[in-house]
């Protein structure tokens, strides 16, 4: 397959996008037929990684942190464990090690390290990224709401 790289979404044309001036490349395939299309084909592997997705906003995050993860986790280091572990020290750490909490054995059994990449990606569906986990949330869909999260997340839990 054939790409050109593009990032201007709202341009009339995508076919005829060769520019230099946008700063995030994404790859579109030339033959792609339509504008739904292409929006679909952009949502599922346009920003499939932390890579390709926008710089995070810490404000925004803390909105999303607050709203969606605070209900069931503390960030701050050293936080009380909930209905969810406490995240302080979460970047660099195993998956399934915080102390005093009884974690699912699929959580523990993943022993993944928990950074940028691998938390972009467990966000978007985390019954999908460690299936049989217990954790109870469909995920972030949008990149940037997983984007702005994480660097929200990284200055909290530090
Ligand atoms: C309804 C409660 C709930 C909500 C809401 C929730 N979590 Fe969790 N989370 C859990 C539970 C419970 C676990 C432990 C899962 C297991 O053991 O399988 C967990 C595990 C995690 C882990 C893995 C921790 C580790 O030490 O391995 C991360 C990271 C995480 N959650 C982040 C988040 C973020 C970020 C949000 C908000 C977008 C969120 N969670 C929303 C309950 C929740």
């Known amino acids: 397959m054939f790409y050109i790289y593009s990032t201007c979404r709202n341009s009339r044309s995508y076919l005829l996008q060769i ?13 792609y037929p339509g504008r ?22 810490l404000a925004a995050g803390e909105k999303i942190f607050k709203t969606k993860c605070a209900q069931c986790h503390t960030v701050e280091k050293g936080g009380p464990n909930n209905q969810g572990p406490n995240l302080g020290g979460i970047f660099g750490r195993t998956s399934g090690t915080v102390a005093g909490f009884s974690y699912s054995k699929a959580n523990k059994e993943m022993a993944v390290e928990w950074g940028e990449n691998t938390l972009y990606d467990y966000l978007l569906n985390p019954k999908k990224y460690i299936p049989g986990t217990k954790m109870v949330f469909a995920g972030l ?3 940037e709401d997983r984007a ?9 839990s530090a």
């Open 19 to 31: 520019r230099t001036d946008c700063s995030r490349a994404t790859r579109i395939p030339l033959q």
């Open 36 to 57: 739904k299309d292409q929006q679909k084909y952009q949502q599922r592997t346009i920003m499939a990684t932390f890579a390709d997705a926008p710089p995070g906003d």
């Open 141 to 143: 869909k949008k990149p």
């Open 148 to 156: 702005n999260l994480i660097a929200y997340l990284k200055k909290a």
